[in-house]
């Protein structure tokens, strides 16, 4: 039975170092020492009694049974995150691994006459609060990699039926063992969305707005509205906004939930300015505010096109190499992989609404491929082969035009003969992607027994050959003349 969510968290007396807990499926944990504490439970590190090792690789989080957080995210695991389901997904995506921590069991003890729930889970490292409060921002590689590797989990939860509801670098922990390797962690706020296949409705709902953490939490949660897949991605946008220009617009008004709720409308509202103005100088957002874009798009229960979005953020394809997070004697800004300087925030802004345009255009036709929402350096990259690809499809349109005009003229002539003229076509007729035949120039071309005409290169070609039918045609016209003549000349010479 779940607790009731509207009783007042507490968090729970200590359980004693060296306590035994015994899990559902009967396996015995020792608790080691407390190593931290959240707004609603306690963490301890693990032993499991079977396999003793000084260095914990296990931690386990204890909560008050009655208390939500803890039962919502032992409800996500056992539904959704189970070990098999993960290495699955990993296989099935050719990851190199999920960042969501491994669940081990779960159980519930009793302490000086108190129910305790509990849950075992993968140890992890430090979060990245606590090195963006030692380091400021992040450097610009480093903030895109993490934006992927949150897409990946994303995209996991959210094909299972939950949004995660709280991304923050407090929540985004490195591995222990391997701190190359970030975790989303903390479903504690998760929600079910689409529970059964069965979309939530969008609805706003006053009493429940501006939930979540105020400074990252989406525009739909200042105004109530259930969270859904487009939440989270609004809110992963948020987070790498910050981690890269160690700071948002909206952070001296926090403790006004509704000034925040307008400052996010307005960014959303001006992307993809908005954020590409608020860049340090020296720097770019045009990924993060290409990303905002696809995001802000999205309707309230549409499917993210999460390919797309990793593509915004590593438009190169470049492989992700280790987390780097020092950024002493750095600039916050990262060559592209050409080695290609930033671009001005005037052209950044320009190149950025034309990727939108493109991918407006092309969800329209239905093609929601990764190419839909590529960024501005990969315009730049193809600027000369698509130079060079739209000459020659010009050049191999203007022969098939040329064709199509001389086809069009013979058949006429042989349908209608009359006096042969000479004209000459407009050199407008061949120009790129013109794929008409001026209605004019056709009805002209009907009196044209030969022709002249530019060709792409500049010669000019000309068709004297005559139809056997217009031949034929001038005899006989010639011959009635003669004999009219030889006609006039007998009258005259009896007369």
């Excluded at 979060?127 to 995209?155: A, H, P, W």
């Amino acid at each position: 039975m779940p607790p009731r969510r509207n009783e007042k968290y507490r968090l729970p007396v200590p359980l004693p170092e060296g306590t035994i807990l015994d899990d559902m499926e009967g396996k015995q944990w020792v608790l080691g020492k407390m190593i931290g504490s959240g707004g609603f439970g306690l963490i301890y590190l693990a032993f499991p009694t079977n396999k003793p090792d000084k260095d914990a690789r296990h931690v386990i989080k204890v909560e008050y049974q009655e208390n939500g957080p803890l039962f919502s995210e032992l409800k996500f695991y056992q539904r959704a995150a189970k070990k098999d389901y993960i290495k699955n997904w990993i296989e099935l995506k050719q990851l190199d691994y999920l960042g969501i921590p491994m669940f081990y069991g779960s159980g519930i003890t009793e302490f000086k006459g108190r129910s305790y729930r509990f849950m075992v889970m993968e140890r992890l490292g430090i979060d990245l609060q606590k090195i963006s409060d030692q380091n400021g921002t992040f450097k610009k590689s480093t903030v895109l990699q993490l934006g992927i590797r949150m897409l990946d989990v994303l995209e996991y939860i959210h094909e299972n039926e939950y949004v995660h509801g709280d991304i923050k670098a407090a929540n985004l922990l490195l591995g222990y063992r391997d701190p190359d390797r970030v975790y989303l962690a903390d479903y504690g706020l998760c929600y079910r969305y689409c529970p059964n296949g069965n979309h939530k409705q969008y609805q706003e709902n006053p009493r429940k707005g501006h939930n979540g953490t105020i400074e990252f939490t989406s525009v739909d949660a200042h105004k109530g509205v259930a969270l859904s897949r487009r939440s989270d991605l609004e809110t992963l946008g948020y987070c790498l906004l910050r981690w890269l220009c160690g700071r948002l617009p909206w952070e001296r008004s926090l403790r006004d939930p509704v000034a925040v709720q307008t400052a996010k409308t307005n960014l959303l509202d001006e992307l993809p300015e908005s954020v590409l103005k608020w860049a340090p100088s020296g720097s770019s957002c045009c990924e993060i505010a290409q990303y905002l874009v696809c995001a802000h798009n999205l309707a309230y229960d549409e499917k993210p096109n999460y390919q797309m979005l990793k593509k915004i953020l590593n438009p190169g394809g470049t492989p992700l190499g280790p987390l780097e997070f020092s950024t002493k004697g750095e600039s916050v800004n990262v060559d592209t992989p050409n080695n290609q300087k930033v671009v001005s925030q005037k052209a950044a802004t320009k190149q950025v609404n034309q990727m939108q345009n493109r991918l407006i255009e092309k969800n329209i036709r239905g093609e929601r491929s990764a190419e839909s929402c590529s960024t501005w350096r990969k315009v730049q990259t193809e600027e000369p082969l698509t130079r060079l690809l739209n000459s020659e499809t010009a050049q191999e349109s203007t022969k098939r035009r040329q064709k199509y005009c001389e086809s069009q003229i013979l058949n006429e002539r042989n349908r209608s003969p009359q006096k042969p003229s000479s004209i000459q076509f407009p050199n407008s007729l061949y120009k790129p992607y013109q794929d008409f035949i001026s209605p004019y120039i056709l009805d002209n071309s009907r009196s044209s027994s030969w022709y002249t005409y530019t060709s792409p290169t500049g010669m000019e070609v000309r068709d004297s050959t005559l139809s056997e039918e217009t031949v034929t045609d001038v005899y006989y016209y010639g011959f009635i003349v003669l004999f009219l003549l030889i006609l006039v000349g007998l009258t005259l010479y009896f007369l």
